[in-house]
């Protein structure tokens, strides 16, 4: 699995946001009139979208980023299968079906020969979809498997947040103690799966994900982090990986009271509080749809880097287990990482990369 | 009081999407969170977009309103009470 | 793969393994609350659901009658269902709650994700398994079968399959229950129960 592309509020590709987390930068700002009765909520806003045709002029950009980075070839290819993850796609297109616009972009832009699998699973999309993409290679029907994560900022969400009283009036400190909430925001992210190395770019392999329901509440997380510990238990039996043998996690951290602290009962749980972990969300805010992408490309940044970001936003623990939040950028070489999500209608699912040496 | 009673039933119903149950179907002392409608905790959150769209009455904490929402009964004494 | 059980809903009727049984009677504006009704079911929640999770769990209790669901491990049963219009109906009712009737409703913004009725299913049943919900163009039964063999070379034995659709147009259910052991032609039946 290697980089395809990443538009962020803080880069353009995955050079440059690495570059700007490096630095500390917060992609998350003030944004005036946003919320419902006119609140300026910190959002996570790509500046140089338009205000209108946002989706379709993000999608269009991050599929021009492939083909100018890999070329038409493995794309337009029959060997080759395009999965999407997003929750809501084009809003802008109700009352009429939101989704349409996301096919017609693709098959447009990348000339795709097979039909295009779109996965919309709330805030787990973008795990899911990378585990999708991998059952697909697997399956020995296709050669190369493109993963395209994608949600962009609306009235809609950001109302809908605020109305569940779910929106941070600062910008967001996942795992903090004085975390008051999510920060939406908007992004892209790509990633291409392939059975062999396809250029000189940095590799990970994917050794297995999974997925598992809390069985509990469709919008607030188990108390006992009961689906974020069977998925994860899955995941590693299915990479053959132990617990001990995980170097680092990349977790979801929303930076909502309940959520992150049913993130510290299980890793408790899965014998993982010792081992260093981040949450990208104060980078970017919560992308949702794009969260699961740009979080694993960063981490495949941190890898190829041996550099491990802090997580910002967070100084003070504030979960009942005292996980290893980074609170400082760190040089260490990892090797085997933790990808993990969860998310509305009970979903949690999670993944595991490793560097190829 | 009993006016005020019926109408908030009406409003229960109409504001939670509870497309299928009738006034008749809660009683005043009905308690609202537990088995009989199925609400939790995003019902709450309803409740206090109604208590601020039809009484004036607003509740700026979540967590202030677990008394008041008990039952039809509580919410009416809390609207005499604040309106 | 063994087909074990289907379910077809919509205001037409109810359609268990093709064979219609007698839960509402057709074209009434309230058919699912009557369908409720008539399966005695004591579970409120119900009544908050939205229309794909109305569908969805209605047939899955429908199925409930002819197989005993219980019996497949509670982390092995898969959840795979598709739509194309996601969940566009309550969609248009949550605009309409700031739109129109002055303030985002929170309980219709938790139902603006069509996996929500994947949640419904796991809570109902304690289901603990995989989930995933597809944006589709159509009901493709390849598609289906393609990614339920995903799932069964992963280690599950059972998926429980639907084709959940709400829009202006139309609304429609259509759940299968399919085992991993077996050599049956699945396609073909599928096909013909889901145009029924």
Redesign the interface.
């Known amino acids: 699995m290697t980089y395809g592309s990443m538009i962020t509020p803080i880069g353009s590709n995955s050079v440059e946001n690495f570059s700007a987390m490096l630095r500390e930068e917060s992609g998350v700002d003030f944004v005036e009139n946003s919320g419902?009765n006119n609140e300026n909520w910190p959002l996570g806003k790509i500046k140089s979208l338009p205000n209108k045709n946002r989706y379709n002029t993000l999608l269009t950009e991050g599929c021009k980023q492939l083909t100018s980075k890999h070329g038409k070839e493995i794309f337009d290819s029959d060997e080759t299968i395009v999965i999407v993850s997003s929750?809501?796609?084009n809003?802008e297109d109700?009352?009429n079906?939101?989704?349409s616009s996301t096919?017609n972009i693709l098959t447009d832009e990348l000339g795709l020969k097979n039909?295009i699998?779109?996965?919309?699973?709330?805030c787990i999309s973008g795990v899911?979809a990378i585990n999708?993409a991998a059952?697909?290679l697997?399956?020995n029907r296709y050669k190369t498997a493109v993963v395209i994560g994608i949600d962009v900022l609306s009235?809609?969400v950001v109302?809908?947040?605020?109305?569940?009283?779910a929106l941070s009036n600062e910008p967001s400190k996942p795992f903090d103690k004085n975390r008051k909430g999510i920060c939406i925001g908007e992004a892209l992210g790509a990633v291409i799966l392939t059975k062999e190395k396809i250029n000189d770019d940095f590799h990970v392999e994917y050794l297995g994900g999974?997925?598992?329901?809390?069985?509990?509440?469709?919008?607030?997380p188990s108390r006992t982090g009961?689906?974020l510990f069977?998925s994860v238990n899955?995941s590693l039996e299915?990479a053959s990986v132990k617990s001990n043998d995980i170097d680092f996690i990349s977790a979801h951290g929303t930076g909502t009271n309940y959520n992150d602290e049913m993130e510290s009962i299980a890793f408790d749980r899965l014998g993982l509080i010792a081992t260093p972990l981040n949450s990208l969300k104060g980078y970017f805010g919560h992308t949702l749809g794009a969260a699961g992408l740009i979080e694993v490309i960063s981490t495949m940044k941190m890898m190829e880097n041996n550099t491990l970001l802090k997580s910002v936003g967070f100084e003070e623990t504030g979960t009942s287990r005292p996980i290893n939040v980074l609170k400082n950028n760190l040089n260490k070489e990892i090797t085997t990482v933790l990808k993990t999500a969860s998310g509305?209608?009970?979903?949690n699912a999670s993944l595991i990369l490793k560097k190829v040496q | 009081m009993s006016d005020l009673k019926q109408t908030l039933k009406e409003q229960i119903i109409e504001q939670l999407n509870l497309e299928d149950i009738t006034p008749a179907d809660i009683q005043d002392d009905t308690p609202l969170f537990g088995e009989a409608l199925g609400l939790d905790s995003i019902d709450a959150l309803e409740f206090i977009v109604l208590l601020e769209q039809n009484y004036g009455i607003k509740i700026a904490d979540p967590s202030e309103g677990r008394e008041i929402f008990q039952s039809v009964n509580s919410l009416a004494a809390y609207i005499e009470k604040n309106k | 793969m063994k087909l074990i059980g289907t379910c077809k809903i919509s205001k037409n009727g109810a359609f268990l393994n093709g064979k219609e049984v007698e839960l509402f009677s057709s074209d009434t504006e309230n058919w699912k609350k009557e369908c409720y009704t008539n399966l005695n079911l004591d579970y409120s929640k119900f009544h908050k659901m939205d229309s794909l999770a109305k569908m969805a769990f209605l047939s899955t209790e429908i199925i409930k009658k002819e197989v005993d669901l219980s019996k497949y491990d509670e982390n092995e049963l898969t959840l795979l269902f598709a739509n194309n219009s996601s969940s566009l109906t309550t969609d248009l009712k949550f605009i309409n709650s700031y739109e129109v009737k002055g303030s985002p409703s929170p309980s219709l913004f938790v139902y603006t994700l069509p996996n929500i009725l994947t949640g419904e299913l796991a809570i109902r049943n304690k289901w603990y398994g995989e989930n995933c919900f597809f944006i589709e163009e159509k009901f493709d039964v390849e598609f289906f079968l393609e990614q339920i063999n995903f799932y069964f070379s992963k280690g599950s034995n059972a998926c429980l399959c639907g084709w959940v659709e709400s829009n202006k147009k139309n609304e429609e259910c259509f759940l299968f229950l399919i085992e991993k052991n077996g050599k049956e032609n699945i396609k073909e039946q599928l096909t013909t129960l889901y145009k029924q």
């Open positions: 419902f929750t809501k796609a809003l109700l009352p079906d939101t989704f096919r039909k699998v779109i996965i919309s699973n709330a899911i999708t059952d697909y697997q399956s009235d809609f109302y809908g947040f605020q109305s569940l009283f999974s997925s598992s329901n809390d069985a509990n509440h469709i919008s607030g009961e689906g069977r899955k299915r509305f209608g009970g979903g």
